[in-house]
C-alpha cells in the first residue's frame, strides 16, 4: 500500500530538505506548528545513512509514542529515506521516500509512505499533510535564516556516495 502527498513550498529545496534533518529546524515545525495536543519529550536524529531518529511526544489519549526510524538514503538536497514506525506498535516495516525537486514557486516536495497496514492509509495521509502543512508555516514565518551556505553544516549529512 502506497500513500503519497505532494505539497509546494515558497522556499529552496536545499532550505526545505535541511528541515528535515537538521535538530533545531525539525524540533521547530513538526512539534510547535501542528495543532496537536500533545508534549514534546524528546527529539534525536543522527542524519547520516544508517543512523537513527527518535520524535517521542505525550499525548493525554496514548501516552509516550515513540515514532522512530532509521536514514536509508540521503541525498541533500534532493532525496531523502527512512524507515518509520511507533516503537511497541508493531514492526517499522514502512518506508517514506521524500523527493524534492525545485520549482517556479520554490520547492516541490513529493513524499511516498510505502506501508503493509491499508486499514491506516487514511490517517497516514491525513497526519503527513498536517505536517507538510506545519513545515510550510514554520518556513513562511521565517522560523530560520535562508540556509543557502549550507555546506558547513549540511557536511554532517549529506550522506552522498
Same mark, same amino acid.
Given at each position: 500500500?502506497?500513500?503519497? /502527498? ?24 513538526l512539534?510547535?506548528?501542528t ?5 514534546? /519529550? ?13 520524535? /517521542?511526544v ?15 538514503e ?5 532525496? +531523502? ?6 516503537a ?6 514502512? /518506508?517514506?521516500s521524500?523527493?524534492?525537486v ?8 513529493? +513524499?511516498?509512505?510505502?506501508?503493509t497496514?491499508?486499514?491506516?492509509a ?26 543557502e ?13
Amino acid at each position: 500500500m502506497e500513500v503519497r /502527498v505532494q505539497h509546494t513550498f515558497a522556499a529552496s529545496p536545499d532550505t526545505v530538505f535541511d528541515a528535515w534533518v537538521d535538530p533545531d529546524r525539525l524540533e521547530h515545525w513538526l512539534f510547535e506548528h501542528t495543532g496537536l495536543e500533545e508534549e514534546r /519529550v524528546r527529539l534525536v536524529t543522527e542524519p547520516f545513512v544508517g543512523g537513527y531518529f527518535s520524535f /517521542v511526544v505525550r499525548r493525554p489519549v496514548h501516552g509516550e509514542l515513540d515514532h522512530n526510524g532509521e536514514y536509508l538514503e540521503i541525498f541533500r538536497p534532493r532525496r +531523502l529515506v527512512f524507515t518509520w514506525g511507533i516503537a511497541g506498535h508493531g514492526p517499522s516495516d514502512s /518506508v517514506v521516500s521524500i523527493d524534492i525537486v525545485p520549482c517556479h514557486e520554490g520547492a516541490q516536495l513529493t +513524499l511516498v509512505h510505502e506501508m503493509t497496514q491499508p486499514e491506516f492509509a487514511a490517517r497516514t495521509e491525513a497526519g503527513w499533510a498536517k505536517l507538510l502543512g506545519a513545515l510550510e508555516v514554520a518556513l513562511d514565518q521565517g522560523a530560520h535564516t535562508a540556509h543557502e551556505t549550507a555546506g558547513q553544516q549540511s557536511a554532517n549529512y549529506t550522506g552522498e556516495n
